[in-house]
């Protein structure tokens, strides 16, 4: 964030200014007490398992400007003499309204992904096609809530030309308010599908949501849509600028055609309006090409040239705990624990089936969480899958997964070859008694699963037995 006076960031905040010269300025704002850097402000958030609250004289002894609170910490009242203090009513929405405030100072290019899958991926690949040709800003991690997004935000500078945005949603009307905070100029809708759709009822419902980012369109106002998918085809209706389709469907016209897997990814040829080419990129799986399109589709819309697209993607790769292939004694460990829904685990299924293995393959999959009352309906439908697959080996975790280990009994899978277990640690202990030099095994389950403890556990253990 670029320095800005004390008063502008109260404004922003829409809290009062206690303590401090209105007319100072300040260095930028920090969210963690452990990171903050001298001349900074110390927004204090609550998590789950935090208050920053607590942390706020940690923050300032460590040379923090001043801090931005929503109650009284009396410590902070009564000491620190110098330092200013900002009282709002809510300091996540006082970080949406800082995030505001300093998004209108920048006319740049903003993109912003939305979509169930795979919106961290294209983000990323969005961002290193533009960066091959403009200094682009693009969202860490999955910066994608209101924090994240706001953050993003808050990190843009003057030398930056684009920056790329990832938008996420588990509930009505958080697409809308963060479209509002990014403002973005073109929007890019992945796919739609029962990610959280326990908390917003249908799978029409979540369409419309995800249609909402358009609503914060400026400029040229240009929507990339996948045109596979039927209910995102089905938002060009709703779109209120020029639509670019992406698919496999001879109408995109951003389209791959003669698709063929490789030991090490995948290659197409690219067909777009006045250019036809053939991409490599070491990003597996049929998924993943729809990733590509999107990115490959924006690139070209903003006319980077194919020589910068081709290599540029032929460097790209995965973010961490999605499709990370890990090798532990000659086992080839498919680490994808970062997050799953049923979309996303039959995804997964399908790219790691593409994959040449030598030995047997292991499922180990993990509940997953936020489909509310389809969560039976859609552990059985995923667990009868399984059970109708050649795969050697199944091992479910959590409640919910016992569901699918029952489904997959009843489709036929021998039940000598399914485990549903509570814990990680049994996880390990089973992979370690099957596995052998040449196996391959899938890991995939919800965040709150924490399923990364068993490549954590199986990284750390002794010789397969």
């Avoid at 009396?74 to 996540?92: C, F, H, N, Q």
Wanted: charged residues 25%; contains cysteine.
């Amino acid at each position: 964030m670029e320095s800005q006076e004390l008063q502008t960031i109260t404004d922003w905040t829409g809290g009062s200014l206690l303590k401090g010269d209105p007319s100072a300025r300040v260095a930028g704002i920090s969210t963690d007490s452990r990171r903050v850097r001298p001349g900074e402000l110390f927004l204090a958030l609550r998590g789950e398992r935090f208050d920053g609250h607590d942390f706020a004289a940690a923050a300032l002894s460590k040379g923090a400007a001043g801090v931005i609170l929503d109650h009284p910490v009396p410590e902070i009242d009564t000491r620190y003499a110098g330092k200013a203090l900002i009282r709002v009513e809510d300091t996540l929405q006082a970080l949406a309204g800082l995030a505001r405030g300093y998004r209108a100072l920048f006319d740049i290019l903003a993109v912003a992904v939305t979509g169930s899958n795979g919106k961290t991926t294209t983000k990323n690949l969005i961002g290193r096609l533009l960066d091959a040709d403009m200094k682009t800003l693009t969202a860490p991690a999955s910066y994608n809530n209101l924090i994240g997004v706001s953050l993003t935000v808050l990190r843009i500078e003057r030398n930056h030309q684009a920056v790329v945005f990832e938008v996420g949603m588990n509930r009505p009307g958080e697409i809308g308010e963060l479209g509002e905070i990014c403002r973005p100029r073109i929007a890019v809708v992945t796919n739609v599908g029962p990610a959280h759709i326990g908390n917003l009822g249908s799978l029409e419902k979540i369409a419309r949501e995800k249609a909402e980012l358009f609503k914060s369109l400026e400029g040229e106002k240009t929507a990339f849509l996948n045109i596979d998918d039927h209910r995102v085809r089905a938002m060009a209706r709703s779109a209120p600028g020029p639509v670019i389709g992406f698919g496999f469907d001879p109408s995109a016209q951003v389209r791959a055609s003669n698709l063929s897997y490789l030991p090490d990814g995948v290659k197409f040829d690219l067909n777009l309006a006045d250019e036809r080419m053939t991409i490599h990129s070491p990003l597996p799986g049929r998924y993943n090409v729809y990733n590509l399109l999107a990115a490959l589709g924006v690139a070209d819309h903003l006319h980077i040239s194919p020589a910068r697209m081709k290599e540029a993607i032929s460097k790209a790769d995965l973010p961490s705990q999605r499709m990370e292939e890990v090798v532990i004694e000659g086992v080839l460990l498919i680490d994808d624990a970062y997050n799953a829904n049923p979309a996303s685990m039959r995804a997964a299924l399908d790219s790691w089936l593409m994959m040449k293995v030598k030995g047997r393959r292991v499922m180990v999959s993990g509940d997953m969480h936020e489909l509310g009352e389809f969560s039976r309906a859609e552990h059985q439908a995923w667990g009868e899958e399984l059970g109708e697959s050649a795969l050697d080996y199944l091992i479910f975790l959590g409640p919910w997964s016992r569901y699918s280990a029952r489904a997959a009994e009843e489709k036929g899978f021998p039940d000598r070859r399914i485990f549903a277990v509570d814990d990680s640690q049994t996880v390990a202990e089973l992979l370690r008694g099957i596995l052998q030099p040449g196996d391959s095994v899938l890991i995939k389950g919800s965040r709150v699963m924490k399923m990364e403890e068993i490549v954590e556990r199986l990284k750390g253990s002794t010789t397969y037995e």
